[in-house]
């Protein structure tokens, strides 16, 4: 089953709402929350929600603010190092701080699902050797998008 609620004009109560949502859902696999402004309240939230949900296999957050204040990013990582359902993630478009990159970096490193990450057009430019790191050791990451994201040789 899936869940689009892309380009809804969802604020932060909306996305707390389905955070609470998420945690007794058993049915839903995917989840598109892309393109609305649901702030790093609610994205902490969602993030918690995901340490219990079993069954959501999908979660796009494409251009939602979740890291505004970096804890949004840090609580998925840190929930990424335990959930073993989540196989595609999309963080795109959200300006994810030096501290997110680095703890997504370190979730990866343990985490045995997530086939496909996208995090293009974050400004990782010079954090990209954290993400370089995990492809040395993570054997189930199959796509990864950093498009957009100001990468340079030096």
Request: glycine share 6%.
């Given at each position: 089953y899936m869940g689009n609620l892309e380009s809804n004009a969802i604020y932060a109560p909306?996305?707390?709402?389905?955070?609470?949502?998420?945690?007794?859902?058993?049915?839903?696999?995917i989840l598109h929350l892309c393109h609305n402004?649901?702030?790093?309240?609610?994205?902490?939230?969602?993030?918690?929600?995901?340490?219990?949900?079993?069954?959501?296999?999908?979660?796009?957050?494409?251009?939602?603010?979740?890291?505004?204040?970096?804890e949004a990013s840090r609580k998925i990582a840190k929930v990424l190092e335990r959930n073993q359902t989540i196989t595609e993630l999309s963080l795109c478009d959200n300006s994810?701080?030096?501290?997110?990159?680095?703890?997504?970096?370190?979730?990866?490193?343990?985490?045995?699902?997530?086939?496909t990450l996208n995090l293009r057009r974050n400004g990782i430019g010079t954090y990209v050797y954290y993400i370089a790191e995990i492809l040395k050791c993570n054997q189930t990451l199959t796509n990864l998008n950093l498009k957009g994201n100001r990468i340079t040789g030096k």
């Amino acid at each position: 089953y899936m869940g689009n609620l892309e380009s809804n004009a969802i604020y932060a109560p909306g996305g707390k709402a389905i955070a609470h949502a998420l945690k007794v859902n058993q049915t839903l696999k995917i989840l598109h929350l892309c393109h609305n402004q649901i702030t790093w309240t609610a994205g902490f939230t969602i993030a918690a929600a995901l340490g219990v949900n079993h069954t959501l296999t999908v979660l796009h957050l494409r251009s939602t603010k979740i890291d505004e204040r970096c804890e949004a990013s840090r609580k998925i990582a840190k929930v990424l190092e335990r959930n073993q359902t989540i196989t595609e993630l999309s963080l795109c478009d959200n300006s994810l701080s030096y501290r997110g990159i680095k703890s997504l970096a370190a979730a990866l490193k343990v985490n045995q699902s997530l086939n496909t990450l996208n995090l293009r057009r974050n400004g990782i430019g010079t954090y990209v050797y954290y993400i370089a790191e995990i492809l040395k050791c993570n054997q189930t990451l199959t796509n990864l998008n950093l498009k957009g994201n100001r990468i340079t040789g030096k």
